[in-house]
Protein backbone atom coordinates (compact mmCIF):
# COMPACT_ATOMS: atom_id res chain seq x y z
CA UNK A 1 0.00 0.00 0.00
CA UNK A 2 1.57 3.13 -0.62
CA UNK A 3 2.14 5.54 2.06
CA UNK A 4 0.94 3.37 4.26
CA UNK A 5 1.99 3.02 8.07
CA UNK A 6 1.87 -0.22 9.67
CA UNK A 7 -1.79 -0.64 12.11
CA UNK A 8 -0.87 -2.54 15.53
CA UNK A 9 -27.53 38.07 20.21
CA UNK A 10 -24.88 39.07 21.84
CA UNK A 11 -21.13 38.45 21.59
CA UNK A 12 -19.05 39.77 24.82
CA UNK A 13 -15.14 39.93 25.30
CA UNK A 14 -14.16 38.82 28.72
CA UNK A 15 -10.37 39.65 28.94
CA UNK A 16 -8.61 41.54 26.17
CA UNK A 17 -7.98 38.31 24.13
CA UNK A 18 -8.62 38.84 20.34
CA UNK A 19 -10.47 35.66 19.26
CA UNK A 20 -14.01 35.83 18.20
CA UNK A 21 -15.90 33.39 19.92
CA UNK A 22 -18.43 32.60 16.73
CA UNK A 23 -15.04 30.98 15.49
CA UNK A 24 -15.21 28.63 18.80
CA UNK A 25 -18.79 28.30 19.18
CA UNK A 26 -21.64 28.10 15.91
CA UNK A 27 -24.95 29.29 16.22
CA UNK A 28 -26.66 27.13 19.06
CA UNK A 29 -28.03 24.47 17.02
CA UNK A 30 -25.39 23.62 15.02
CA UNK A 31 -23.09 20.99 15.53
CA UNK A 32 -19.22 21.90 16.07
CA UNK A 33 -17.75 22.03 12.79
CA UNK A 34 -14.39 19.98 14.80
CA UNK A 35 -16.42 16.75 15.18
CA UNK A 36 -16.68 16.23 11.37
CA UNK A 37 -13.50 17.91 10.27
CA UNK A 38 -10.98 15.41 9.25
CA UNK A 39 -8.64 17.56 7.42
CA UNK A 40 -7.47 20.27 10.88
CA UNK A 41 -5.56 19.66 13.58
CA UNK A 42 -5.64 21.42 16.90
CA UNK A 43 -2.62 23.21 18.76
CA UNK A 44 -1.76 23.42 22.41
CA UNK A 45 -0.23 20.88 24.27
CA UNK A 46 -2.64 18.43 23.20
CA UNK A 47 -5.27 17.54 20.54
CA UNK A 48 -7.91 16.99 22.88
CA UNK A 49 -8.18 15.48 26.54
CA UNK A 50 -5.22 13.25 28.11
CA UNK A 51 -5.08 9.42 27.34
CA UNK A 52 -7.14 8.83 30.62
CA UNK A 53 -10.38 8.85 28.24
CA UNK A 54 -12.49 8.88 31.57
CA UNK A 55 -10.55 10.91 34.17
CA UNK A 56 -12.36 14.86 32.67
CA UNK A 57 -15.15 13.29 32.13
CA UNK A 58 -16.20 11.89 35.94
CA UNK A 59 -14.96 15.28 36.81
CA UNK A 60 -17.84 16.86 34.76
CA UNK A 61 -20.08 14.55 36.33
CA UNK A 62 -19.08 15.19 40.04
CA UNK A 63 -19.47 19.06 39.51
CA UNK A 64 -23.18 18.50 37.52
CA UNK A 65 -24.16 16.29 40.20
CA UNK A 66 -23.10 18.87 42.37
CA UNK A 67 -25.09 21.66 41.49
CA UNK A 68 -28.35 18.91 40.76
CA UNK A 69 -27.92 18.81 37.45
CA UNK A 70 -29.62 15.73 35.99
CA UNK A 71 -27.78 13.68 33.55
CA UNK A 72 -29.25 12.92 29.43
CA UNK A 73 -26.37 11.50 28.40
CA UNK A 74 -22.66 11.73 27.78
CA UNK A 75 -20.01 11.04 24.90
CA UNK A 76 -16.64 10.48 24.19
CA UNK A 77 -15.10 11.03 20.91
CA UNK A 78 -11.56 10.18 19.16
CA UNK A 79 -10.23 9.85 15.92
CA UNK A 80 -7.20 9.01 13.92
CA UNK A 81 -6.00 9.38 9.98
CA UNK A 82 -5.05 5.39 9.10
CA UNK A 83 -3.08 5.21 5.95
CA UNK A 84 -3.37 6.57 2.27
CA UNK A 85 -3.68 5.24 -1.42
CA UNK A 86 -3.17 5.55 -4.97
CA UNK A 87 -6.24 3.34 -5.98
CA UNK A 88 -9.35 2.33 -4.83
CA UNK A 89 -10.31 -1.17 -3.57
CA UNK A 90 -7.02 -1.67 -1.19
CA UNK A 91 -8.83 -0.28 1.77
CA UNK A 92 -10.45 -3.14 1.92
CA UNK A 93 -7.41 -5.22 3.35
CA UNK A 94 -7.06 -2.56 6.66
CA UNK A 95 -11.30 -2.84 6.88
CA UNK A 96 -11.20 -6.71 7.01
CA UNK A 97 -8.04 -6.26 10.29
CA UNK A 98 -10.53 -3.85 11.87
CA UNK A 99 -12.94 -5.75 11.74
CA UNK A 100 -10.90 -8.94 12.94
CA UNK A 101 -10.07 -7.26 16.02
CA UNK A 102 -13.96 -6.29 16.85
CA UNK A 103 -15.78 -9.16 16.15
CA UNK A 104 -17.95 -7.95 18.97
CA UNK A 105 -19.17 -4.78 17.27
CA UNK A 106 -22.20 -5.63 14.46
CA UNK A 107 -20.82 -3.78 11.25
CA UNK A 108 -22.90 -2.49 8.48
CA UNK A 109 -21.74 -3.07 4.40
CA UNK A 110 -19.70 -0.47 3.28
CA UNK A 111 -21.19 2.27 1.73
CA UNK A 112 -20.88 4.92 -1.14
CA UNK A 113 -21.75 8.89 -0.96
CA UNK A 114 -22.24 9.37 -5.07
CA UNK A 115 -21.67 13.09 -4.45
CA UNK A 116 -19.08 13.67 -2.32
CA UNK A 117 -17.46 10.27 -3.45
CA UNK A 118 -16.79 9.14 0.69
CA UNK A 119 -17.00 5.35 1.38
CA UNK A 120 -17.97 4.53 4.73
CA UNK A 121 -18.91 1.33 7.35
CA UNK A 122 -20.39 1.71 10.73
CA UNK A 123 -20.37 -0.60 13.28
CA UNK A 124 -21.74 -0.56 16.93
CA UNK A 125 -21.67 -2.36 20.15
CA UNK A 126 -23.90 -1.87 22.91
CA UNK A 127 -23.49 -2.63 26.42
CA UNK A 128 -27.04 -2.92 27.57
CA UNK A 129 -26.00 -3.23 31.45
CA UNK A 130 -24.22 0.01 31.60
CA UNK A 131 -26.13 1.87 28.88
CA UNK A 132 -23.35 2.56 26.99
CA UNK A 133 -22.83 2.04 22.90
CA UNK A 134 -19.45 2.06 21.21
CA UNK A 135 -19.35 2.95 17.78
CA UNK A 136 -16.94 2.63 15.11
CA UNK A 137 -17.14 4.73 11.89
CA UNK A 138 -14.42 3.74 9.07
CA UNK A 139 -14.14 6.07 6.42
CA UNK A 140 -12.41 6.59 2.94
CA UNK A 141 -12.73 10.27 1.44
CA UNK A 142 -10.69 11.42 -1.64
CA UNK A 143 -8.40 14.00 -1.15
CA UNK A 144 -5.59 15.74 -3.83
CA UNK A 145 -6.02 12.63 -6.04
CA UNK A 146 -5.48 9.90 -3.11
CA UNK A 147 -7.61 8.09 -0.98
CA UNK A 148 -7.47 8.37 2.87
CA UNK A 149 -8.86 6.46 5.72
CA UNK A 150 -9.87 7.71 9.54
CA UNK A 151 -11.03 5.63 11.80
CA UNK A 152 -13.77 7.46 14.19
CA UNK A 153 -14.52 6.11 17.30
CA UNK A 154 -17.36 7.57 19.55
CA UNK A 155 -18.86 6.09 22.99
CA UNK A 156 -22.17 7.64 24.26
CA UNK A 157 -23.77 6.69 28.21
CA UNK A 158 -26.76 7.86 29.50
CA UNK A 159 -25.80 7.43 32.91
CA UNK A 160 -23.22 7.90 35.77
CA UNK A 161 -21.08 4.63 37.18
CA UNK A 162 -20.03 3.33 40.21
CA UNK A 163 -16.13 3.13 40.68
CA UNK A 164 -16.56 -0.58 39.91
CA UNK A 165 -18.06 0.10 36.54
CA UNK A 166 -15.46 2.95 35.82
CA UNK A 167 -12.54 0.83 36.62
CA UNK A 168 -14.23 -2.11 34.60
CA UNK A 169 -15.32 -0.24 31.55
CA UNK A 170 -12.36 2.31 31.56
CA UNK A 171 -9.99 -1.10 31.15
CA UNK A 172 -12.28 -2.14 28.22
CA UNK A 173 -11.69 1.08 26.43
CA UNK A 174 -7.62 1.08 26.78
CA UNK A 175 -7.95 -2.36 25.74
CA UNK A 176 -9.92 -1.24 22.86
CA UNK A 177 -7.77 1.64 21.81
CA UNK A 178 -4.42 -0.54 22.12
CA UNK A 179 -5.85 -2.75 19.53
CA UNK A 180 -7.39 0.31 17.14
CA UNK A 181 -4.95 3.48 17.17
CA UNK A 182 -1.19 3.68 16.46
CA UNK A 183 -0.92 7.02 18.58
CA UNK A 184 -1.98 7.82 22.10
CA UNK A 185 -5.37 8.75 21.61
CA UNK A 186 -7.31 12.60 22.25
CA UNK A 187 -10.20 12.19 23.77
CA UNK A 188 -13.35 14.80 23.38
CA UNK A 189 -15.64 14.50 26.09
CA UNK A 190 -18.94 16.03 26.72
CA UNK A 191 -21.85 16.05 29.01
CA UNK A 192 -25.26 16.71 28.84
CA UNK A 193 -28.10 17.13 31.68
CA UNK A 194 -30.98 19.44 33.03
CA UNK A 195 -30.79 21.92 35.42
CA UNK A 196 -33.34 23.64 37.53
CA UNK A 197 -32.74 27.19 38.30
CA UNK A 198 -34.79 27.22 41.53
CA UNK A 199 -33.12 30.29 43.00
CA UNK A 200 -33.70 32.02 39.82
CA UNK A 201 -30.20 32.64 38.83
CA UNK A 202 -29.59 33.90 35.50
CA UNK A 203 -27.54 32.19 32.98
CA UNK A 204 -24.71 34.09 32.79
CA UNK A 205 -24.71 33.62 36.63
CA UNK A 206 -25.25 29.82 36.25
CA UNK A 207 -22.50 29.45 33.86
CA UNK A 208 -20.33 31.22 35.51
CA UNK A 209 -20.79 29.23 38.49
CA UNK A 210 -19.45 26.08 36.78
CA UNK A 211 -16.68 27.32 35.53
CA UNK A 212 -16.15 28.29 38.50
CA UNK A 213 -15.90 24.74 39.64
CA UNK A 214 -13.24 24.13 37.36
CA UNK A 215 -10.85 26.73 38.13
CA UNK A 216 -11.22 28.13 35.16
CA UNK A 217 -10.75 31.23 33.39
CA UNK A 218 -13.32 32.90 31.08
CA UNK A 219 -11.82 33.39 27.91
CA UNK A 220 -15.23 34.54 26.33
CA UNK A 221 -19.00 34.00 26.31
CA UNK A 222 -21.88 34.60 23.69
CA UNK A 223 -25.11 35.60 25.25
CA UNK A 224 -28.69 35.31 23.80
CA UNK A 225 -32.20 35.90 25.44
CA UNK A 226 -32.47 32.16 26.06
CA UNK A 227 -28.70 30.75 25.81
CA UNK A 228 -25.15 31.64 27.02
CA UNK A 229 -22.30 29.72 26.11
CA UNK A 230 -18.50 30.51 27.95
CA UNK A 231 -15.30 28.87 26.49
CA UNK A 232 -12.87 29.24 29.06
CA UNK A 233 -9.63 27.78 30.09
CA UNK A 234 -8.47 25.58 33.37
CA UNK A 235 -5.01 24.38 34.56
CA UNK A 236 -7.32 21.18 35.69
CA UNK A 237 -6.49 19.60 32.36
CA UNK A 238 -3.22 19.57 30.54
CA UNK A 239 -4.39 19.77 26.90
CA UNK A 240 -5.84 22.23 25.24
CA UNK A 241 -7.24 23.86 21.52
CA UNK A 242 -4.94 27.10 20.82
CA UNK A 243 -7.22 29.72 19.32
CA UNK A 244 -5.82 33.13 18.02
CA UNK A 245 -2.84 32.76 20.19
CA UNK A 246 -4.81 31.48 23.26
CA UNK A 247 -5.47 28.20 24.73
CA UNK A 248 -9.12 27.14 25.67
CA UNK A 249 -10.06 23.53 26.83
CA UNK A 250 -13.31 23.90 28.75
CA UNK A 251 -16.61 25.43 27.16
CA UNK A 252 -20.24 25.29 28.83
CA UNK A 253 -23.53 26.30 27.21
CA UNK A 254 -26.29 26.39 29.00
CA UNK A 255 -30.07 26.54 27.28
CA UNK A 256 -33.47 27.98 28.99
CA UNK A 257 -36.50 25.35 27.94
CA UNK A 258 -39.18 27.96 29.24
CA UNK A 259 -41.59 28.59 31.63
CA UNK A 260 -40.30 26.58 35.38
CA UNK A 261 -36.39 27.67 35.26
CA UNK A 262 -35.33 24.59 33.62
CA UNK A 263 -32.81 24.50 31.05
CA UNK A 264 -30.47 22.19 29.32
CA UNK A 265 -26.71 22.50 30.77
CA UNK A 266 -23.63 20.46 28.57
CA UNK A 267 -19.98 20.62 29.60
CA UNK A 268 -17.49 19.60 27.09
CA UNK A 269 -13.29 19.50 27.16
CA UNK A 270 -11.93 21.18 25.15
CA UNK A 271 -14.90 22.06 23.17
CA UNK A 272 -18.49 21.05 23.03
CA UNK A 273 -18.73 18.50 20.09
CA UNK A 274 -22.64 17.58 20.24
CA UNK A 275 -25.65 19.71 19.31
CA UNK A 276 -26.77 22.12 21.89
Known amino acids: MGNSKQRKSLSIRATKAQPVLKELVLPSILYCIVLFSLYLGFSGSGEATSNEPFL ?35 YENELA ?33 LGVTETLTYIIYPHKEQLHSYLIYNIQGTKNFTEKQWNYFSQKIKDRLEDLFIDNSKFFTCATGIGNDKLNFGLLEQAEMLVAEFSAQTIEFLKEETFISISAYTNTWNSTVLTKNQDMNLQVAIRANGLGGQTTITIGTPIITTEY
Open 56 to 90: ELSQILQVMYKHNVELTDWTLYTRERLNSWQTSGE
Open 97 to 129: LIQEKTTDFQWQPLTTDEHSGQIRAMATYTHHD
